[in-house]
């Protein structure tokens, strides 16, 4: 039974820091692309940040280029997400997920085969 558990999340303010942990268990890991996702209340699911199976590349959506970074341990099974210079705007539950499928876009939700049940953000003004 694949699971995917997030921790890390909370209160922090404006400008602060939080790191979003992903461990993952019931997978071969290594053979996941893994990404998060976020989900604002009344708004849509929407991409965070990806990386590939090897770490070798990552994405990232433009909302939060140059202020978060995603990255892996297969060793740990365990995917992070250093989030920095927060805004209020980043509030949202973050879900990690994995995917193992190709052909289809990395940023995409579609991509995704499991997800975690998410760990909320909040980012105070």
């Known amino acids: 039974q694949v699971q995917l558990v997030e921790s890390g999340g909370g209160l922090v303010q404006a400008g602060g820091s939080l790191r979003l942990s992903c461990a993952a268990s019931?997978?071969?890991?290594?053979?996941?692309?893994m990404g998060w996702f976020r989900q604002a209340p009344g708004k849509e699911r929407e991409f965070v940040a990806a990386?590939?199976?090897?770490?070798?590349?990552?994405y990232y959506a433009d909302s939060v280029k140059g202020r978060f970074t995603i990255s892996r341990d297969n060793a740990k099974n365990m995917v992070y997400l250093q989030m920095n210079s927060l805004k209020p705007e980043d509030t949202a539950v973050y879900y990690c997920?994995?995917?193992?499928?190709?052909?289809?876009?990395?940023?995409?939700?579609?991509?995704?085969?499991?997800w975690g049940q998410g760990t909320q953000v909040t980012v105070a003004s």
């Open positions: 997920a994995a995917g193992g499928g190709v052909g289809i876009p990395i940023y995409t939700s579609r991509r995704y085969d499991y």
């Open positions: 990386i590939r199976w090897s770490g070798s590349s990552t």
């Open positions: 019931g997978l071969t890991f290594s053979n996941y692309a």
